[in-house]
């Protein structure tokens, strides 16, 4: 993702828990400054996809996330509310944060989770998708997979 592109998709001073946290994206942070990019769907931050620039800041944000301290908070959502948590109250990690329209990386296969996938979006995600059945993510997938091999030939 190209900084003019982030730039023009960056939600700046977007609350970070909709829908009234009071803390919020900076308004100031320029595209050159992101290191981990992020889209909200109706529940908060969608951990489900996301972009995080490879380096030494990565690394940190990593650990930071995955610290056995937050991983044993027990908190209800577990990775999505310990990443709003830190987020909100570490402002080295809200610095590097940009929030992007959730179509943009994280789209979903059903309107049920969130804004729902449309042709040129990049990524697809099946939420709650399940192993086996009318709701398997097989049978979710197939609608996408078809498109898919008819874009690219794959069926050739």
Aim: aromatic letters at 10%.
């Amino acid at each position: 993702m190209g900084a003019q592109r982030l730039e023009e998709m960056m939600l700046k001073d977007q609350s970070i828990v909709p829908p009234e946290s009071i803390i919020k994206t900076f308004s100031h942070l320029k595209a050159r400054d992101v290191d981990f990019v992020i889209t909200q769907d109706k529940d908060g931050l969608a951990t489900s996809s996301l972009v995080l620039r490879n380096g030494e800041w990565a690394k940190f944000f990593l650990d930071t996330w995955f610290d056995p301290m937050y991983r044993s908070y027990n908190f209800q959502k577990a990775e999505t509310h310990a990443l709003e948590h830190i987020v909100q109250w570490h402002p080295t990690i809200l610095s590097r944060l940009a929030i992007v329209p959730q179509r943009a990386i994280n789209a979903y296969s059903t309107v049920d989770h969130g804004a729902q996938y449309k042709d040129g979006d990049i990524a697809i995600v099946f939420a709650q998708c399940s192993g086996s059945g009318t709701k398997s993510c097989a049978n979710e997938a197939e609608r996408y997979s078809q498109q898919w091999r008819a874009s690219f030939g794959a069926d050739r």
